[in-house]
Nanobody
Framework: HVQLVESGGGSVQAGGSLRLSCVASGNTDSTKCMGWFRQAPGKQREGVASIYTRSTITSYADSVKGRFLIDKDVARNKLLLHMNNLQPEDTAMYYC????????????????????WGQGTQVTV
């Protein structure tokens, strides 16, 4: 089992930046990839970005390419999401995700039956 705790959300004006952080604990060696997804009220979950656990290869949704950067601090077991040029459509609850299968890296589709995620952190633009 993997536990994930997100932080760093908040309110920001359009064009501003935020950095989200996620601390992972538990059986983190079992995960092949980690990532972020978001969900706005009344909307479906939307995959944002992913990174392989044992490399620096990344993938992004088209809606955030060039504005968001996913990164990790291996020594601190932290996953980061640097968000720049934020727009009102980026307003959502952001969740950190861990995927033992690695499928999320390719699909950017969070699956409740096979992925782990935290409680989320709110971003309002």
């Amino acid at each position: 089992h993997v536990q994930l705790v997100e932080s760093g959300g908040g309110s920001v004006q359009a064009g501003g930046s935020l950095r989200l952080s996620c601390v992972a604990s538990g059986n983190t060696d079992s995960t092949k990839c980690m990532g972020w997804f978001r969900q706005a009220p009344g909307k479906q979950r939307e995959g944002v970005a992913s990174i392989y656990t044992r490399s620096t290869i990344t993938s992004y949704a088209d809606s955030v390419k060039g504005r968001f950067l996913i990164d990790k601090d291996v020594a601190r077991n932290k996953l980061l999401l640097h968000m720049n040029n934020l727009q009102p459509e980026d307003t959502a609850m952001y969740y950190c995700l861990a995927d033992p299968s690695g499928a999320y890296f390719y699909t950017l589709k969070p699956l409740s039956e096979s992925n782990y995620w935290g409680q989320g952190t709110q971003v309002t633009v």
